[in-house]
């Protein structure tokens, strides 16, 4: 390791940080895996890793189980120094995607497993093998093997074996995306429940925006090795700081425009033809010049054509949803030349209708264009 | 779908070529069987009258029945050595990265190419040179150089196809390394090694031109018997001998066969 331990040494009393990772790199060869991260994550904290296929999730939480080695930096778990720790002392509880159960061991063995590690008496490990099957409703599947589980069934007894050695933290590695529509969402319901019930420091990793936004307290963006935006499931929604993560996180519009000149408020624009003046969030707008214009479907709203102020546009599709309509629209303002927004059904317009599109003064938000600095 | 009279042409020569394929693999063995049935002493085919007195012959014919309990001994000890030895050096192969790791992947590999009578004649002469006894040891040793590489290379196949989940989901559960190799690795990998065993055992159970240099008269092998035995005889003794061998190499690969559907009975993936 490059860096030395802090001076103090680790402290013993329990800070507010479960798990500390503190510029923490990895590469595999030529790929950087990841990018010096810094992350803290506090005591019963349901934390997720958003991002992308490849962008370096899974390579976190291997570091912080401590199954890979960082290249540089240091990982504290309840602030003692972990970086040189093995795995086996790292008391993390850990669920795979493919759940990992042993199969040659039936579902209490597996659970009992991490308690016969740590040589608890036999009465306790019966004790705590039943608690755990218990909170995963397991209770009636104790004597079965893995293979004779369903998907969700497996994944439980994964949870519960994680659990029942109580973890200082646990770890999920995309831990539904396995498992059908209807069970993932009742599963992602029952960890939820078990994890505020518990207070269990949690890192969850997901490429499934939906998934992130409804479970976490907080959500970590990733792409490209590096964590993009940090913050509460709404920020990150209302408020993406950059164009990846408006993009990745919900549905966005796009729009090429100019930045006249910033205001008190925000800044002035230049959109399709028509000015805005925006009220924004946004410490760091980018100079003037050319700029992209973020803003989030249900943020825009259809006019009629020749309203003044509104952008002109023309309905390309519009796809029945339910419980709404979305509407495709072709409009030139638009960086890739379309625009979607969701309507009422009965306000559904037909293909090659005119209309006028206008953007609110407040919640847009202002990025450097592509390519630039972000 | 319906078939064009092409494909049923394309059927049938499918057909025939694999009956004949089979057939050719097969010839020798059938000639081998019914010419240990001929009555007269001389090897000739086709046979004209039949008999089994050379099954008696072969069970009366003192080197046989010692080259079997050789053979056999020598198999097991071979093989079980082989075993450790291999699965030992495929593990290493699999999780360590060292210097020279591709020297001595290379060096342990090399019997695949050095011939079996090179082999033999270099223990032969080290053992001269050590002066040490043509045991039985001599030859296990010598089995286990010979069958090595086949063991590494089986066990280091399942190696890599090893889901290395199981054991990290171990070890964040408090499994020491040894603790884990122990509970989880080994008892995964159990069937392959089993196998691989076996696979072990059969290679070494044929073995002959190594074998050929390194037996004295007490530790002849089963093979190195039969080759003697027909240097003095031209009887179908030699026949039946074979029958009877292909028998119990056959059984052994139907209990290798066996143990791969045992997995799916001990719910092994
Ligand atoms: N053992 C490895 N060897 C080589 N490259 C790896 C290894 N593990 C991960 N990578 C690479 O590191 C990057 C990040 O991988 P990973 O953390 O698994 O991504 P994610 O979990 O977000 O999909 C990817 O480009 C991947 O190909
Ligand atoms: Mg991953």
Redesign the pocket.
């Known amino acids: 390791m490059s860096t030395d331990p802090p001076a103090d040494g680790p402290s013993r009393t329990l800070g507010k940080h479960a798990v500390k990772i503190d510029g923490v790199s990895k590469s ?2 030529k ?1 950087v ?1 990841l990018e010096p991260v810094w992350l803290k994550i506090r005591r019963g904290e349901f934390l997720t890793l958003l ?1 992308p ?7 976190i939480l291997n570091l912080i189980a401590g199954f890979l080695e960082a290249d540089k930096g240091e990982i504290f778990i309840d602030d003692e120094l972990v970086t040189q720790v093995p795995p086996h002392q790292r008391e993390i509880g850990i669920v795979f995607q493919n759940y990992a159960l042993f199969p040659h061991m039936s579902v209490t063995q597996n659970v009992a497993y991490g308690l016969r590690t740590r040589r608890i008496s036999k009465a306790e490990t019966e004790t705590r093998v039943r608690e755990a099957l218990d909170l995963v409703k397991l209770q009636d599947f104790a004597d079965r093997r893995p293979k004779q589980l369903s998907g969700g069934q497996q994944q439980r007894v994964a949870l519960a074996r994680a659990l029942v050695i109580r973890p200082r933290v646990l770890l999920l590695d995309e831990p539904f995306s396995a498992l059908d529509r209807n069970l993932r969402t009742a599963m992602q319901v029952e960890l939820k429940e078990i994890q505020s019930r518990l207070g269990l420091t949690t890192v969850f ?1 997901t490429h499934d925006q939906t998934e992130a936004l409804s479970m976490s307290e907080r959500i970590a963006v990733m792409s490209r ?1 590096s964590i993009r935006q940090i913050g509460t499931p709404t920020e990150i929604y209302d408020h993406p700081q950059n164009r990846f993560v408006s993009t990745f996180v919900g549905d966005a519009n796009l729009f090429s425009a100019d930045l006249l000149r910033k205001t008190a408020q925000g800044a002035r624009l230049g959109v399709g033809g028509t000015t805005l003046d925006l009220d924004t969030y946004q410490d760091d707008l980018p100079d003037p010049g050319p700029v992209t214009l973020f803003v989030r479907p249900e943020q825009c709203t259809l006019t009629a054509p020749d309203q003044p102020g509104a952008i002109t546009a023309t309905v390309a599709l519009s796809v029945y949803q339910g419980s709404h309509a979305e509407l495709h629209l072709d409009c030139p303002a638009s960086e890739d030349g379309r625009v979607m927004l969701r309507v009422p059904c009965g306000e559904a317009q037909d293909a090659g209708t005119k209309v006028g599109l206008a953007l609110p003064q407040r919640g847009p938000a202002i990025y450097a264009k592509e390519g630039g600095p972000e | 779908m319906r078939k064009t009279p092409l494909d049923r042409v394309l059927d049938w020569t499918g057909r025939l070529l694999l009956a004949a394929i089979l057939g050719f693999v097969m010839l020798p063995f059938v000639v081998v069987f019914i010419a240990s049935f001929n009555e007269s002493a001389i090897l000739s085919f086709p046979p004209r009258s039949w008999s089994t007195k050379w099954y008696v012959n072969a069970f009366e014919y003192r080197d046989f029945g010692l080259g079997l309990v050789n053979s056999l001994k020598i198999a097991a000890f071979g093989a079980t050595l082989a075993l450790i030895a291999g699965a030992g050096f495929a593990y290493v192969l699999d999780r360590y990265d060292f210097r020279f790791k591709a020297l001595l992947n290379s060096v342990l590999m090399s019997p695949l190419i050095i011939p079996n009578f090179t082999i033999g004649l270099g223990l032969l002469v080290l053992s001269a040179a050590a002066s040490l006894p043509r045991s039985t040891w001599l030859v296990v040793a010598t089995h286990v150089i010979i069958v090595l590489p086949f063991v590494a290379r089986s066990v280091y196949v399942s190696l890599r196809n090893f889901e290395r989940r199981y054991e990290q989901a171990a070890e964040s559960l408090g499994g020491t390394p040894v603790h884990v190799l122990w509970t989880v690795t080994l008892p995964l990998l159990l069937p392959g090694l089993i196998s691989g065993g076996i696979f072990a055992a059969i290679l070494s159970f044929n073995e002959f031109t190594a074998s050929l240099f390194v037996v004295n008269q007490s530790t002849k092998t089963l093979p190195v018997a039969m080759y003697d035995y027909v240097r003095e005889y031209a009887d179908p003794t030699l026949a039946a001998v074979s029958v009877m061998y292909l028998v119990v190499v056959a059984t052994a690969l139907v209990i290798v066969h066996k143990l791969f559907r045992l997995e799916k009975v001990l719910n092994v993936d």
């Not at chain 1, 296929?53 to 390579?59: A, I, M, N, P, V």
């Open positions: 595999f060869g790929t895996a991002g296929s490849g962008c370096g999730k899974t390579t990793v090795g």
